[in-house]
């Protein structure tokens, strides 16, 4: 079925309002539990949850599995939504909170003072020196491969607010607002974990 | 446009930044350069983080959904026709009190003083997601098209900018 719900940008596209007043109307379809319209929410962001629950939590079924529940939820908790125009962000808001609450689950990580959760999926070294780099990928594939586990060695709050922006495309505040951390702690973190990963996929530079 | 284009407008951007913006210099610099940073290294991983899902996901979201559903509106009725009972005298006993609130309400509303956010209000970071929140107009259209021609020649050009990032970079 070819959506109606117009997703929002990846970083640094543009939010257009024609955009905004088709996925209110869309989301009004939802709030009246009509299953077209949930239809039509499923095949606009499951690729872009997968994408973020993938590369969040490294595991595909685990993926799979909260794609699943990111919806699920969104129906039970549809018709208390109240339709700010932040449809996505409130959706990328369920999906950072399951994949806290697994993060949690899985490492019985403790907590930061901020609520997050101080864990990474591979406990390594933050120094260049000891880190693989992207120099022999010979296809994209490798390259993506080595890009996940990259990712991985970012702590979890960095990696989250890289990847609340790539796949979510919320805007600094809402992650702010999402997460209960200060707007410029949140700059700081998609600073920091930018800047390392571009580091070590291009080390030479 | 060229790197060395690139490096001048964005100049010339934060030059209009401190004009508009009344910052302390240091500060002002510093985040513009990480906004701007920030986002050209989105940029660069957006050219990598692809999102393939499996091709059966959606239709498995799908059916969970609609059993959901199910559930959902199967509980809003029984939930419906339990209220529907009680809902008159509700309604009479409600209404009145409504009423009553409402008055009250626009009482306070009329005396309360009202608030503008002025210009000094606008900080760097604010300005900043003016970038991401509601389009665009004047010379965040500009910054926003900066960052978009960046995109061609992106893994290169904002290497350009390291040497004076890293010497006003705050450690943060």
């Known amino acids: 079925m070819e959506s109606s719900f117009v997703a929002s940008r990846l970083p640094l596209s543009t939010n257009s309002p024609v955009a905004a007043t088709s996925n209110r109307s869309l989301v009004e379809r939802a709030q009246r539990l009509d299953p077209d319209a949930f239809d039509e929410i499923t095949d606009a962001f499951t690729a872009r949850l997968y994408g973020f629950f993938h590369r969040m939590l490294g595991r595909q079924a685990d993926a799979e599995d909260l794609v699943q529940e990111v919806f699920i939820r969104v129906v039970r908790t549809i018709t208390d939504y109240r339709d700010d125009g932040r449809f996505e962000g409130w959706l990328f808001k369920i999906a950072g909170n399951l994949a806290r609450d697994r993060i949690r689950r899985d490492r019985g990580a403790p907590q930061l003072a901020d609520g997050q959760p101080q864990v990474r999926l591979r406990e390594v070294a933050d120094s260049r020196s000891d880190v693989e780099t992207l120099d022999g990928a010979t296809t994209r594939g490798e390259e993506l491969d080595d890009l996940q586990r990259l990712l991985e060695r970012l702590p979890a709050v960095e990696r989250e607010v890289v990847l609340m922006r790539h796949f979510g495309g919320l805007s600094f505040q809402e992650i702010a607002e999402y997460t209960d951390s200060p707007l410029g702690t949140v700059l700081s973190r998609a600073h920091r974990g930018l800047t390392k990963l571009r580091g070590w996929v291009e080390p030479q530079k | ?172």
Do not use: Y
């Open chain 2, 1 to 172: 446009m060229r790197n060395a284009d690139l490096k001048t407008e964005i100049e010339r951007l934060e030059r209009w930044f401190r004009e508009v913006c009344p910052a302390p210099p240091d500060v002002e610099r510093s985040a513009i350069r990480r906004r701007v940073r920030v986002a050209l290294d989105e940029q660069w991983l957006a050219t990598r983080l692809i999102h393939d899902a499996p091709p059966d996901l959606a239709d498995r979201a799908k059916s969970r959904v609609r059993e959901a559903l199910r559930e959902t509106t199967g509980s809003s009725s029984r939930i419906q026709a339990v209220r529907g009972r009680g809902s008159r005298l509700a309604w009479w006993v409600g209404g009145g009190l409504s009423a009553a609130a409402a008055v009250g309400l626009a009482v306070v509303v009329l005396r309360s003083p009202t608030e503008s956010v002025g210009a000094e209000a606008v900080s760097f970071v604010s300005a900043f997601e003016l970038f991401d929140e509601d389009g665009f107009d004047g010379e965040l259209a500009r910054l926003r098209d900066v960052f978009l021609a960046a995109d061609e020649g992106l893994e290169h050009w904002g290497d350009s900018l390291d040497a004076d990032w890293e010497s006003s970079h705050d450690g943060a």
